[in-house]
């Protein structure tokens, strides 16, 4: 069955740190790949894509995601973190058999001063 | 531009009764998504609205109903409400089929509470 999984439910970082989140999917073809953000009390605000071409896409707020095919992995990336990244994050995989996108679900970041 | 807009923000129902939730998508969106995200279950899918006809349905039972206007904008229903009902109800925008060709962009949801 097509899925998505991220690996850590939780991550707390200290202010000023890199960042790493995982995500991978279960597919069989090249999906569509999406990272969302989502502060508490909020709808989710979209982050970066990826459909095609370059397999490195820069997003807003200085995130990046590598795509990674060979191991079904589309992880997001932040050289330094700030007290104001502190949210839920999700990554979903959209072209799905199903034809509907599909949320993984989560990664709740915490960010230390 | 302005963004995705839901009402109302937050809701109060009694077991059995029913609710209609609205979106207005973005100007120009011809295509409404509506998730159900909960603490225990993620965002999961309840359907899939293009220029008034819908594309995708999720697994959710019938007593989940949706409809979309001449003008984009979106309802969705929920009939004899039960308290695994109360969940954040979130819609999302986009200009094209969501995941299939394009991005959508989200509101910032409708808070439903069964009591």
């Known amino acids: 069955a097509q899925s998505v999984t991220q690996p850590d439910i939780h991550i707390t970082v200290s202010e000023g740190a890199s960042l790493e989140l995982r995500c991978n999917y279960s597919y069989g073809a090249t999906p569509y790949l999406f990272w969302y953000v989502q502060s508490p009390g909020q709808g989710l605000q979209l982050l970066l894509k990826?459909?095609?071409?370059?397999?490195l896409v820069q997003g807003i707020k200085g995130f990046e995601a590598e795509f990674k095919r060979s191991q079904s992995s589309f992880n997001l990336r932040k050289p330094s973190v700030h007290w104001s990244d502190a949210a839920e994050y999700f990554c979903?995989?959209?072209?799905?058999?199903?034809?509907?996108?599909?949320f993984g679900p989560g990664t709740s970041l915490s960010v230390i001063p | 531009k302005a963004g995705v807009t839901q009402t109302p923000r937050y809701l109060i129902k009694t077991r059995g009764q029913q609710v209609t939730l609205s979106c207005s998508p973005i100007s120009g969106h011809r295509s409404v998504s509506w998730y159900q995200q909960t603490p225990g279950q993620g965002l999961q899918f309840l359907f899939e609205?293009?220029?008034?006809?819908?594309?995708n349905k999720g697994n959710f039972p019938g007593r989940f109903s949706g409809r979309q206007f001449s003008n984009s904008r979106s309802e969705m229903n929920v009939s004899t409400l039960e308290l695994g009902d109360s969940a954040l109800y979130l819609c999302a925008s986009s200009s094209g089929q969501f995941g299939r060709n394009t991005e959508a962009f989200f509101g910032q949801g409708t808070r439903l509470t069964v009591v």
């Open positions: 979903a995989v959209g072209k799905t058999s199903y034809d509907k996108v599909i």
């Open positions: 990826y459909f095609s071409g370059d397999t």
């Open positions: 609205y293009f220029s008034e006809t819908q594309r």
